[in-house]
């Protein structure tokens, strides 16, 4: 084996970035997540023409380009359209296993994301199974909440 | 519609799936491309009179990453575009500027190279801070909840999803252009399975467009984009993708039918042949059986062979052009091979996407 030449061992450094934020959420999105955190409601605004409810709520709709109006409130019940059961360990989220997915609310025409908890993830793959069936779902509003869309999470309304 | 006037024509490609090659910086990893898609193009850089550029800051690490990245794709006096966004409409920008007459030839690049960072948490960070960010969805999550939608309506398809997965493992290693060693695989959530995963690399991919007739021509692209909102998207008929495919096989006057190849981009194997799916290409349910018995069908090996953002539609598109011209090797699909389509998405989570039509001159 060649001893290696130090003028020509190739060199790595480490790279970091962590620059800081002020993100505003303007005034829809505001009170969308303050009647969260006052009132324990779950809110979506009305799209004009079309009539459709939005959740999360939201200034505008972007597929018929036109201001919202009409404050709705939705669920709190719905049904778990999609999920994800995230097995590994991310930074920053919850020890797994745990249940991600999207619920629309009675009275909504969109989704909206969240953990879904009170799921036996004993057997993953059994677990992932039961879901496919579009369980019906209840949101749970923490009791110390922030003005966060971790103020509140799905648990199921009946076993699966 | 007709052969332009001003037709964009593919002049040459090259493309370069490495991982963590201390030898080389990204810089050095992108000139070693451009001039090996120069050297398949029989051209100089002297001929060259514009640069579009596909790159990332978030993937690079580099905060305005293309002023380090596009010297090392020519860019030095040159009318320079810079684009963070998928490589396959960089392609499509460098050939409107050459089928309007700004341009004579273009040197289309993209790069991402996993190996300086952590794509899969970087993605999350594209995220809305307010609604998704703190839920941590990443670029490979929303191949998870789409897969599930899918399962829900086909059960009881494991057999076409192993052979699926065979299939393009199969096809990868095949195809000397894949990465041979080092890489990973993102961690993926269920109902999604680890051998469904892209493999992580470094890559860089060149193209020289140009209006001088050549072996194949750009005939036709088209562009999408769905909603923002992952929540108001229908995942499963993934409308940007289909009309972005429409799009461009309408500016070609061409149908489905009328292509003899196709290269899929997707996050996951499930996204690659779910497209099948999508395009009309697979009835209902039957992707993954496509993906795996049919020719010309994503004969790269997809992302099996090495994947990173932004670079992957500007790879499909190259690998489009090697199929047409004999040039692919070991995955060469036999026989005559007319028109083929390439398709290329932007995050977050296949939020847009392009399609564009090649064929033979």
């Known amino acids: ?160 | 519609m007709g052969i332009s006037p001003n037709s964009a024509y593919i002049q040459g490609v090259a493309i370069s799936v490495t991982w963590a090659d201390a030898e080389r910086s990204l810089p050095d990893l992108i000139f070693e491309t451009v001039t090996g898609a120069l050297s398949n193009a029989g051209a100089k850089m002297a001929e060259m009179d514009s640069v579009v550029l596909a790159a990332h800051d978030l993937v690079d690490g580099r905060s305005l990453s293309s002023m380090v990245t596009a010297p090392a794709a020519g860019a030095y006096m040159r009318d320079e575009i810079r684009l963070a966004d998928d490589g396959l409409v960089a392609a499509s920008l460098a050939a409107a500027r050459i089928e309007a007459g700004e341009s004579e030839f273009s040197v289309v690049a993209a790069c991402g190279r996993a190996s300086e960072g952590d794509f899969q948490r970087t993605s999350q960070t594209a995220f809305d801070p307010f609604m998704i960010q703190p839920l941590g969805l990443d670029e490979f999550s929303l191949s998870a909840l789409r897969l599930s939608a899918w399962l829900q309506r086909h059960p009881g398809l494991e057999d076409s999803r192993r052979r699926a997965g065979q299939a393009r493992a199969r096809r990868a290693g095949s195809n000397g252009r894949a990465l041979k060693s080092g890489g990973h695989a993102p961690n993926l959530w269920h109902p999604l399975r680890q051998e469904e995963a892209p493999c992580m690399a470094d890559i860089v991919v060149a193209a020289i467009l140009g209006p001088r007739p050549a072996r194949v021509r750009i005939a036709g692209t088209g562009h999408s984009t769905d909603s923002s909102n992952v929540g108001d998207r229908d995942l499963l008929r993934m409308p940007s993708l289909a009309q972005a495919a429409e799009r461009a096989l309408s500016s070609a006057s061409m149908q489905s039918r009328d292509i003899d190849l196709f290269e899929l981009e997707g996050a996951t194997l499930f996204d690659e042949a779910y497209a099948l799916e999508v395009l009309g290409l697979a009835a209902p349910g039957q992707g993954f059986a496509t993906y795996a018995d049919g020719t010309g069908i994503n004969p790269s090996g997809g992302g099996a062979s090495g994947w990173c953002y932004p670079a992957m539609g500007l790879v499909r598109l190259a690998e489009c052009y090697l199929q047409l011209t004999g040039q692919a090797q070991g995955v060469q699909v036999p026989g005559r091979l007319r028109a083929a389509l390439a398709t290329g998405f932007s995050p977050v989570g296949a939020q847009s996407h392009g399609a564009m039509v090649l064929v033979t001159a």
């Open chain 1, 1 to 160: 084996m060649q001893t290696p030449d130090p003028i020509s061992k190739p060199i790595t450094i480490a790279g970091h970035w962590n620059f800081e934020y002020r993100y505003f959420a303007g005034a829809v999105a505001s009170r969308f997540f303050n009647e969260i955190k006052i009132n324990r409601r779950i809110m979506g605004t009305r799209v004009p023409s079309t009539g459709r409810v939005l959740v999360p709520a939201r200034s505008f709709c972007d597929a018929s380009y036109e201001r919202t109006g009409e404050w709705v409130e939705v669920g709190p019940e719905g049904t778990l359209d999609i999920f994800t059961i995230v097995a590994a360990k991310f930074p920053g989220l919850p020890d797994p296993p745990f249940v991600m997915g999207y619920v629309t609310l009675d009275g909504a025409d969109t989704a909206v994301l969240n953990y879904v908890r009170g799921v036996d993830l004993t057997d993953i793959e059994a677990a992932g199974n039961k879901l496919m069936a579009k369980p019906r779902v209840r949101a749970i509003f923490s009791d110390v909440r922030e003005g966060r869309i971790t103020d509140f999470h799905f648990e199921l309304i009946a076993p699966i």
